[in-house]
Antibody, heavy 119, light 109 residues
Framework: QVQLQESGPGLVKPSETLSLTCAVS?????????WGWIRQPPGKGLEWIGS???????YYNPSLKSRVTISVDTSKNQFSLKLSSVTAADTAVYYC????????????WGQGTLVTVSS | SYVLTQPPSVSVAPGQTARITCGGN??????VHWYQQKPGQAPVLVVY???DRPSGIPERFSGSNSGNTATLTISRVEAGDEADYYC????????????FGGGTKLTVL
């Protein structure tokens, strides 16, 4: 059974960089598929942040592209998110998820982790 | 960029049929996926590729997609179906972006 687990600081100061990691078990990232990040501000809807293919190709939401970096570490079977210059508007639950092809749905999700941006 | 429009809320009595729409320009040419999200939980895929169901999802959940509207239909609605529902597509025309609808709160009266 594929499982994804987000980890990282729950509190980040404004203007700093948010960093999260998604550990994958039950499947080897190096075998393929697309791995992505989705966030949800409190009381609001889902927003796609970006995705990475196992080989390293990346796809970002244009509204966040200038601040986002997604990377993959196949040796640790995990992928990561960095979001720079954060503001209170970046406070959200951050989910990692998997999809098989670009046009596929997100079939496996992490439980989500709340990140609050505050001084 | 591509926009998906959902009604903010839909209400239905137990045992009735709920229909949640997702509007987008020529959405019928895209594959639409639907997720159910209950409070404090991660989204769960309930319909993919317009009308297919993942294993474990009841047959009461079905989908259709044509023209400018995709629809998630929940038959014989139960109290446990009360949740937020999101549609999602892959926009191949804009650098492979993923787009979510704004979400619809389904209330079971």
């Amino acid at each position: 059974q594929v499982q994804l687990q987000e980890s990282g600081p729950g509190l980040v100061k404004p203007s700093e960089t948010l960093s999260l990691t998604c550990a994958v078990s039950g499947y080897s990232i190096s075998s393929g598929y697309y791995w992505g990040w989705i966030r949800q501000p409190p009381g609001k809807g889902l927003e796609w942040i970006g995705s990475i293919y196992h080989s390293g190709s990346t796809y970002y939401n244009p509204s966040l592209k200038s601040r986002v970096t997604i990377s993959v570490d196949t040796s640790k079977n995990q992928f990561s998110l960095k979001l720079s210059s954060v503001t209170a508007a970046d406070t959200a639950v951050y989910y990692c998820a998997r999809r098989i092809q670009l046009w596929s749905p997100f079939d496996y999700w992490g439980q989500g982790t709340l990140v609050t941006v505050s001084s | 960029s591509y926009v998906l429009t959902q009604p903010p809320s839909v209400s239905v009595a137990p045992g009735q049929t709920a229909r949640i729409t997702c509007g987008g320009n020529n959405i019928g040419s895209k594959s639409v996926h639907w997720y159910q999200q209950k409070p404090g939980q991660a989204p769960v895929l309930v319909v993919y590729d317009d009308s297919d169901r993942p294993s474990g999802i009841p047959e009461r959940f079905s989908g259709s997609n044509s023209g400018n509207t995709a629809t998630l239909t929940i038959s014989r609605v139960e109290a446990g179906d009360e949740a937020d529902y999101y549609c999602q597509v892959w926009d191949s025309s804009s650098d492979h972006h993923v787009v979510f609808g704004g979400g619809t709160k389904l209330t079971v009266l």
